[in-house]
């Protein structure tokens, strides 16, 4: 009898402290908020300044734990009663998601805009594509990049269902075939210096270069662009120009020569990369032209296949996007 009452009152005395803990989660729920349909899900979150958030996903598509850097708006918070428009900024070869914020002041020109840029990483060269492999399949960084990263940054951070896409070099080819293979998901889509036009020679050698230069096979990703020319043409903006129809598109890049006609100085070769993407934006203003599909183009003399130069290329296209995403 004096035991059961000294348990009575236990429990009683615990009520109010049991109520002042935090809700753990479930058994098998996730830590953090963020989950997609296919179970892909936030595993990791790190503050890294009053703005920045870095996450990482465990992604059944990419099959690894992504990166992705996010820069919020003001008033955002997680359990906050209103969405915000969601600008996804892809890198180039041989970057990571850091690249846009290490690189150029995106962080500044977005300041005070009511919208989540969401940064995420691309995969081996930054091409955000999903991987032939000779048939059997492999990392699916396009499922990742436009399907699971905005069903977690819906469900988990307030994103509402517009959304704007932008890349640089290979992320900027990537911005373009994303949008044009997911109709109506991108209000914009923009590319700075970008392979546009996948299936021009120059392109093609460029990219092969690239996934050989970070270790992989070439072949590997979109497999030959003879005998796969079906997944190359999937990933070529100029063959898919009339997918991109209402859709606003920005297309920047230089010559990489000077007015004169030399080459501009730039450090590692950028003259000679800018010069060798550039006919790949001509062809794609052309057959955007071609199909009646709008743009707005920034071509330029001059310029180098480098960060600042898409900085100055970001900062014209931003009135654009920022209109787009009604901000």
Wanted: net charge negative; with cysteine; glycine share 12%.
């Amino acid at each position: 009898m004096r035991t059961a009452r000294l348990a009575a009152v236990l429990a009683v005395a615990l009520i109010p402290l049991a109520l002042t803990l935090p809700a753990r989660p479930a058994s098998g729920a996730a830590a953090y908020p963020g989950v997609a349909a296919d179970g892909a899900q936030v595993i990791a979150e790190q503050q890294v300044d009053a703005r920045t958030m870095d996450i990482t996903i465990s992604s059944p598509d990419a099959a690894a734990s992504v990166m992705v850097q996010l820069l919020l708006p003001p008033g955002w918070s997680p359990s906050a009663s209103r969405t915000w428009p969601v600008l996804y900024l892809l890198h180039g070869c041989c970057d990571t998601y850091q690249g846009w914020t290490q690189n150029t002041n995106v962080a500044q020109v977005t300041q005070g805009a009511p919208v989540i840029v969401a940064m995420p990483d691309g995969g081996p060269v930054g091409l955000y594509s999903n991987w032939w492999n000779y048939g059997q399949g492999g990392a699916a960084w396009e499922d990742f990049t436009a399907t699971e990263l905005p069903q977690i940054l819906s469900s988990g951070f307030r994103a509402g269902p517009l959304s704007a896409i932008g890349g640089v070099s290979t992320g900027g080819g990537a911005a373009l075939f994303i949008a044009a293979n997911h109709p109506g998901q991108y209000a914009a889509a923009a590319s700075y210096s970008g392979m546009d036009c996948t299936l021009l020679p120059a392109s093609v050698a460029l990219i092969g270069a690239a996934i050989l230069r970070a270790g992989y096979d070439p072949n590997a990703v979109w497999g030959s662009p003879v005998f796969q020319l079906s997944t190359w043409q999937q990933h070529d903006p100029c063959s898919l120009a009339s997918s991109l129809r209402g859709t606003q598109l920005f297309l920047s890049v230089g010559s990489g020569l000077t007015v004169g006609g030399g080459q501009t100085s730039c450090p590692s070769g950028g003259d000679i990369l800018e010069s060798a993407v550039a006919p790949g934006a001509y062809a794609l203003a052309l057959a955007l032209s071609l199909s009646g599909v709008p743009y707005t183009e920034d071509f330029y003399s001059g310029g180098c296949h480098s960060w600042p130069y898409w900085q100055t290329a970001f900062a014209q296209s931003w009135p654009m996007l920022a209109a787009a995403l009604g901000a």
